[in-house]
């Protein structure tokens, strides 16, 4: 018992090493929240490009732009994406880490948003267009009033999970020097040569992150799910 | 407004093809205010077709339709406004699952016809009490029975003040003891002078209240008459094989 106190001490409490990853865990949260904002604002755009296309034919460019980029960002490691954001797009500008970041997750999130805010859009009956569209309602206001609200309830369990992967992928952000809450505790199992209670550490955190990130989903999820009693 | 009598739709030559199969085939009739058209005809014959063309839910590949003179099917026609003077009510109802009876009719009002949130649902539920169902206002769509639906859908299409209302077979998709409350509310609505349009198989609705019916089988109106005339004296010899298989 003496021993793990001593271990417990050298690991995190000694040269306030807990700090790293305390800052870790900010930079990792800052990252993803960011980057799912990003994702949310980009997919939702990308997927109503698409689908405006498969349903109504018109938006043929954007939509060829939306495929290429679908097909590029889906088709890639996120790493390679991470490490070319880093190092080509930015390499010759003195960026902070935490933007390049992200903005390659965002990209990254969007890609994978797309496919599902698409998948929940085409998944509505066409008679909700329809009737949207008798009573005088745009193309455009019917998605933002009927559509969209509906599909987005199917789609939240989706969705959420994609923000889950998100949150752990940050953890290759180590790679370009950004000091996440992976390389945190990694840093310090380089100072203490001791992996056990910092790498446990870094896993509880995430764990706990997303059990949190879990439970609040439901709750909306129930929220939203008043009209099918 | 259009006085009793005025021709509201006038349409031309209308056809619809989807790829190279012809729904439409140069269809031509006209509409006055305060009529009553039901139109039957067998499955496939293009008389939903026809009906959703009148509010372009299916845009005609030839010919054309004028709505109180004005052509409709002209490319720079307001769609969304012109819309807004067509009622329509659909076999599977399509009410907005996520929301409200109230706010289901209260919807396109309000952001439409921007009235005032209380505007509306005054207007609203004197709509729903019109058809018994005010104590549905903060019920969802799911809760409903599919006849109370579809005097929903009814009454949600009222409450933007259609000039015209089309109806797609609206019975086709109930239980047959709902039937009746449905057909109540649309011989109200005819009562009451309003400009409607209906595809039925109603045999007795089209009888009872129709002022007009017309017969359309290949994409083509093969007869139409006073429903006196046309149920007890048909011409048409598809028409006569149609109605011996369904009378």
Same mark, same amino acid.
Not at chain 1, 80 to 90: D, E, P, S, T
């Given at each position: 018992m003496d021993d793990f106190k001593m271990r417990f001490y050298v690991n995190f409490i000694k040269d306030d090493r807990y700090m790293y990853l305390v800052k870790g865990l900010q930079n990792t949260l800052i990252i993803t929240?960011?980057?799912?904002?990003?994702?949310?604002?980009?997919?939702?755009?990308?997927?109503?490009?698409?689908?405006?296309y498969e349903k109504t034919g018109k938006c043929k460019i954007l939509n060829a732009v939306c495929k290429v980029y679908l097909t590029v960002i889906r088709g890639t490691p996120m790493m390679v994406q991470l490490l070319i954001m880093c190092y080509v797009v930015f390499g010759s500008y003195n960026l902070n880490k935490i933007v390049v970041a992200f903005l390659a997750f965002g990209f990254n999130s969007g890609a994978y948003v797309a496919e599902i805010v698409r998948s929940g859009i085409m998944s509505i009956?066409?008679? $909700?267009?329809?009737?949207?569209?008798?009573?005088?309602?745009?193309? #455009?206001?019917?998605?933002w009033y009927i559509i969209l609200p509906q599909a987005f309830k199917n789609i939240l369990p989706a969705l959420a999970n994609e923000f889950i992967v998100l949150l752990k992928e940050t953890s290759v952000c180590g790679y370009i020097g950004l000091m996440d809450l992976t390389r945190g505790g990694d840093i310090i199992r380089s100072r203490t040569y001791e992996a056990f209670l910092?790498?446990?550490?870094?896993?509880?955190?995430?764990?706990?992150?997303?059990?949190?990130?879990? +439970?609040?989903?439901?709750?909306?999820?129930?929220?939203?799910?008043?009209? /099918?009693? | 407004m259009n006085d009793r009598g005025d021709v509201l739709f006038k349409v031309e030559g209308l056809c619809k093809s989807f790829g190279s199969n012809l729904v439409l085939d140069h269809i031509s009739t006209e509409i006055k205010s305060g009529e009553v058209v039901v139109i039957v005809g067998p499955s496939g014959s293009g008389k939903s077709t026809f009906l959703r063309?009148?509010?372009?839910? /299916?845009?005609?590949?030839?010919?054309?339709?004028?709505?109180? #003179? $004005?052509?409709?099917?002209?490319?720079?026609?307001?769609?969304?406004?012109?819309?807004?003077?067509?009622g329509m009510v659909f076999q599977h109802f399509n009410l907005f699952?996520?929301?409200?009876?109230?706010?289901?009719?209260?919807?396109?009002?309000?952001?439409?016809?921007?009235k005032s949130k209380v505007e509306a649902d005054k207007e609203a539920m004197e709509l729903l009490k019109r058809v018994g169902l005010e104590e549905k206002a903060s019920a969802y769509p799911s809760q409903l029975s599919g006849g109370q639906k579809q005097r929903i859908a009814i009454v949600r299409s009222l409450a933007m003040h259609p000039e015209v209302m089309l109806f797609d077979e609206p019975t086709s998709a109930l239980d047959p003891e709902m039937v009746g409350e449905v057909l109540n509310v649309m011989t109200d609505l005819a009562k009451d002078g309003m400009t409607m349009v209906i595809v039925t198989h109603e045999m007795g609705f089209a009888k009872e209240v129709g002022t007009r019916v017309?017969?359309?089988?290949?994409?083509?109106?093969? /007869? /139409?008459?006073?429903?006196?005339?046309?149920?007890?004296?048909?011409? +048409?010899?598809?028409?006569?094989?149609?109605?011996?298989?369904?009378?």
């Amino acid at each position: 018992m003496d021993d793990f106190k001593m271990r417990f001490y050298v690991n995190f409490i000694k040269d306030d090493r807990y700090m790293y990853l305390v800052k870790g865990l900010q930079n990792t949260l800052i990252i993803t929240f960011f980057s799912a904002l990003l994702g949310i604002l980009l997919g939702f755009l990308v997927a109503i490009i698409r689908s405006t296309y498969e349903k109504t034919g018109k938006c043929k460019i954007l939509n060829a732009v939306c495929k290429v980029y679908l097909t590029v960002i889906r088709g890639t490691p996120m790493m390679v994406q991470l490490l070319i954001m880093c190092y080509v797009v930015f390499g010759s500008y003195n960026l902070n880490k935490i933007v390049v970041a992200f903005l390659a997750f965002g990209f990254n999130s969007g890609a994978y948003v797309a496919e599902i805010v698409r998948s929940g859009i085409m998944s509505i009956d066409p008679g $909700q267009m329809e009737a949207g569209r008798s009573l005088g309602f745009s193309y #455009g206001k019917t998605m933002w009033y009927i559509i969209l609200p509906q599909a987005f309830k199917n789609i939240l369990p989706a969705l959420a999970n994609e923000f889950i992967v998100l949150l752990k992928e940050t953890s290759v952000c180590g790679y370009i020097g950004l000091m996440d809450l992976t390389r945190g505790g990694d840093i310090i199992r380089s100072r203490t040569y001791e992996a056990f209670l910092p790498l446990i550490a870094v896993a509880l955190i995430y764990l706990v992150i997303v059990m949190i990130l879990t +439970n609040l989903v439901g709750r909306l999820e129930r929220r939203l799910r008043t009209s /099918e009693r | 407004m259009n006085d009793r009598g005025d021709v509201l739709f006038k349409v031309e030559g209308l056809c619809k093809s989807f790829g190279s199969n012809l729904v439409l085939d140069h269809i031509s009739t006209e509409i006055k205010s305060g009529e009553v058209v039901v139109i039957v005809g067998p499955s496939g014959s293009g008389k939903s077709t026809f009906l959703r063309s009148l509010n372009l839910l /299916e845009m005609p590949t030839g010919g054309q339709i004028l709505f109180e #003179g $004005q052509n409709i099917t002209d490319k720079k026609t307001d769609i969304d406004a012109y819309r807004q003077k067509i009622g329509m009510v659909f076999q599977h109802f399509n009410l907005f699952p996520h929301k409200t009876i109230l706010e289901n009719l209260t919807l396109a009002p309000i952001k439409l016809l921007k009235k005032s949130k209380v505007e509306a649902d005054k207007e609203a539920m004197e709509l729903l009490k019109r058809v018994g169902l005010e104590e549905k206002a903060s019920a969802y769509p799911s809760q409903l029975s599919g006849g109370q639906k579809q005097r929903i859908a009814i009454v949600r299409s009222l409450a933007m003040h259609p000039e015209v209302m089309l109806f797609d077979e609206p019975t086709s998709a109930l239980d047959p003891e709902m039937v009746g409350e449905v057909l109540n509310v649309m011989t109200d609505l005819a009562k009451d002078g309003m400009t409607m349009v209906i595809v039925t198989h109603e045999m007795g609705f089209a009888k009872e209240v129709g002022t007009r019916v017309l017969f359309i089988d290949e994409g083509q109106i093969k /007869e /139409e008459n006073t429903p006196k005339e046309f149920f007890e004296n048909p011409q +048409n010899p598809r028409l006569k094989e149609f109605l011996s298989k369904i009378l």
